[in-house]
């Protein structure tokens, strides 16, 4: 069965530095999305993302947050100046349509110091 | 606003017994609704979803729900819980805002005793 892939598994960061999260959705799906999850808590969404532009976003997904598909099988979450509680582990997912259920990666444990 | 609620921080059942694990939406359209399960350290897998149709719906690993629109609930349930469905469990509800997203509840750990 088709997965999407999250890498790397575990990235570790200074405060203040970029940082790239990636992910390879499953190949025939058109809606990306990102959402994150601190430790013992909820998981929340960041963004969604369909036809090469945002389609919505959280409170959470400020100006220190981007994402990109830059070719055909990548979707990046970038964090420009990573702060403490930016820590969490950070979930990419697809779907087939808005509706459909998404599809998790595995995750990226995301630890700023 | 849309949201869901898990009232059971963590549950505890015997091995062989029943389960049932609640979950109420808010959300002012038709519900979307998804069980997902969360192993230590995995990422989220799909139990089951329910679009329309058929109020009961069948997931993967012996797994059913039930949706209640009168009751705003899509409790999960499995007959008799193995040893191995020991994990977080998270309601959601997908909702269109304009663009699509996923709201998730704050998830039932379940613990199975031999």
């Known amino acids: 069965e088709p997965e999407v892939t999250q890498t790397p598994s575990h990235q570790v960061t200074q405060m203040g530095q970029e940082v790239i999260l990636r992910c390879v959705p499953i190949?025939?799906?058109?809606?990306f999305y990102w959402y994150r999850q601190i430790l013992g808590q909820k998981v929340e969404f960041l963004v969604s993302?369909?036809?090469?532009?945002?389609?919505?976003k959280s409170e959470i997904f400020d100006d220190q947050f981007s994402v990109e598909r830059p070719d055909g099988s990548n979707f990046t979450l970038k964090i420009r100046s990573t702060k403490l509680e930016d820590s969490a582990m950070y979930f990419c997912?697809?779907?087939?349509?808005?509706?459909?259920?998404?599809?998790f990666g595995d995750g990226t444990r995301l630890s700023i110091l | 606003a849309q949201s869901v609620t898990q009232p059971d921080i963590h549950i505890t059942v015997s091995e062989g017994a029943s389960l049932e694990l609640r979950c109420n939406y808010s959300?002012?359209?038709?519900?979307?609704l998804f069980w997902y399960v969360q192993s230590p350290g995995q990422g989220l897998q799909l139990l089951l979803k329910?679009?329309?149709?058929?109020?009961l719906v069948q997931g993967i690993k012996g797994f059913e729900a039930e949706f209640k629109r009168s009751q705003s609930s899509f409790n999960l349930r499995k007959p008799s819980v193995h040893w191995s469905d020991a994990a977080e469990y998270f309601c959601?509800?997908?909702?269109?805002?304009?663009?699509?997203?996923?709201?998730f509840g704050a998830g039932t750990r379940l613990f199975v005793k031999a």
């Open positions: 997912a697809s779907s087939s349509g808005g509706e459909q259920p998404q599809h």
């Open positions: 190949s025939n799906h058109l809606y």
């Open positions: 993302f369909y036809n090469n532009e945002i389609s919505e």
């Open positions: 959300y002012g359209a038709t519900p979307y």
């Open positions: 329910y679009f329309s149709g058929d109020t």
């Open positions: 959601a509800v997908g909702v269109d805002t304009g663009g699509f997203k996923t709201i």
